[in-house]
């Protein structure tokens, strides 16, 4: 009992700590916003009819040339350098809007440096020579590859020759088709789901839902497992004693950047579940132990039938939640930093590496925690809707976004009641993996 009040006091503070911290963690919000605008620029030439208003906007240069400024403008307002790309692109836009004088101001404050930006706004501003050959390919290739940042600066430096826009443009057609036609169909498949299953539910026709069952643990076990296993010792122990090490580790078999990463994201991963799932296995220990969760993989069919509906399901709960409170709020920060280490990564073995600990481990350790052990204990306490709520508001707080919290919230609650409506935790596993899946293309596809 000690142990329990301990360790749930410690996972309080530590939460508060977390949720407080985030709001001062950046947004990846808008580094998304603006690779899609990026895309709508590139991608312009190759629409026609209706199909550039509704892709890429009425004026997408504009647009992201006010976004640029908002950035750089922010940044400097924060005490902040502005990033070099960020600088770069502006004043490469603004050369080609015939701004020259404000476009070479900026060169010439970025100029000032010896960042690859730099070298190549110093060529910029001094023409005479133009680096020609392998000089302006080095200079290219060490700025982000495939956008428009690497476009233009190939055309500043070298006008007139050919610089792959073509091929470029098309590239981003298709980029930006995948990550705006494609969720829209899928927000419309999944509200007809939704109206759908209410509709059976309202007229008595939607199939009963089994016997909730799971592990026979009392609420100090789901206490010791959660606050203790979970947060002490996964979030708080494993970090400090396994990141070090991890990190001596790296560097001495002179693993690189961003391999580093890759290897670390994983690596941690999997410490971090190491404590929670053996405090689980020793709680279980006579108690039926795994076969208590409901996994139930057989038939697979089912799983992936249940995990997909649940997926389409939530998709537009969430996404509403999401805008409401943009409208509200607006954006608060603190975005999960794998977002943005999956967004800027062109490394295919680091992105194999976030990808498998999104699509496979996060799930697979996650719903077993909260939906496997946490929620049916707390439904015997609060029946169904309660275990379901109180499951997801675990599972929301535990990954310390506040900026991300009502959204993991509604999330929690569809995976709550898949697990619920199901009795098979394989089927939530299945649809947070079909959920990561989702975000994790979409990073990588507004990345590449």
């Known amino acids: 009992m000690a142990l329990a009040s301990v360790s749930l006091a410690l996972s309080l503070l530590l939460w508060l700590n977390g949720l407080i911290d985030s709001l001062s963690r950046p947004s990846v919000g808008n ?51 502005p990033d070099p790309d960020l600088l770069l692109e502006q004043a490469l836009l603004l050369r080609r809007q015939g701004q020259t004088p404000a476009s070479d101001a900026l060169l010439a404050e970025l100029a000032a440096g010896s960042s690859p930006q730099a070298i190549l706004a110093q060529a910029l501003l001094n023409p005479e020579p133009k680096p020609a050959g392998p000089a302006k390919t080095t200079l290219i290739e060490a700025l982000p590859q495939g956008g428009v940042l690497q476009l233009w600066s190939c055309e500043a430096l070298t006008p007139g020759a050919n610089c792959g826009a073509g091929g470029a443009s098309r590239r981003a057609l298709l980029q930006l088709v995948s990550v705006s036609v494609l969720p829209v169909l899928l927000l419309l498949l999944g509200s007809a789901a939704l109206l759908r299953e209410f509709w059976m539910r309202w007229r008595g026709r939607a199939a009963e839902a089994p016997p909730l069952q799971g592990p026979q643990l009392s609420g100090l076990d789901a206490v010791l497992l959660i606050a203790g296993g979970f947060v002490v010792i ?30 670390s994201v ?177 990073l990588v596809v507004l990345g590449w």
């Open 234 to 263: 996964g979030e708080l122990l494993t970090p400090l004693v396994v990141g070090p090490l991890l990190t001596g580790l790296l560097l001495q078999l002179a693993v690189t950047s961003p391999l580093r990463e890759g290897i």
């Open 266 to 442: 994983v690596s941690l991963y999997l410490a971090l579940m190491a404590g929670p799932l053996l405090i689980l296995a020793l709680l279980l220990g006579g108690k039926g132990a795994m076969g208590g969760l409901q996994f139930r993989w057989r038939p697979l069919a089912l799983n992936l039938r249940q995990g997909l509906k649940g997926l389409l399901m939530v998709l537009p709960l969430v996404s509403l939640v999401g805008w409401l409170q943009g409208q509200l709020w607006g954006d608060p920060g603190g975005s999960n930093p794998l977002l943005e280490l999956v967004l800027n990564s062109h490394n295919v073995p680091a992105l194999a590496c976030f990808g498998f600990t999104a699509i496979v481990l996060a799930p697979l350790f996650e719903e077993t925690i909260f939906r496997g052990a946490l929620l049916p204990v707390a439904a015997r306490k609060l029946g169904a809707s309660g275990g379901i709520l109180l499951s997801a508001a675990v599972f929301a707080v535990a990954h310390l976004s506040l900026g991300e919290l009502l959204p993991l919230l509604v999330l929690g609650v569809g995976l709550g009641w898949v697990r619920w409506s199901s009795g098979r935790l394989g089927s939530c596993v299945l649809m947070h993996s079909f959920w990561n899946a989702l975000t994790f293309a979409n």
């Open 31 to 81: 580094d998304l916003n603006r690779r899609q605008l990026e895309l709508a620029v590139l991608a312009e030439p190759q629409l026609s009819g209706p199909l550039p208003d509704l892709l890429a906007g009425r004026s997408p240069v504009e647009t992201l040339r006010k976004a640029l400024t908002e950035e750089i403008n922010d940044a400097r307002e924060a005490g902040q350098t």
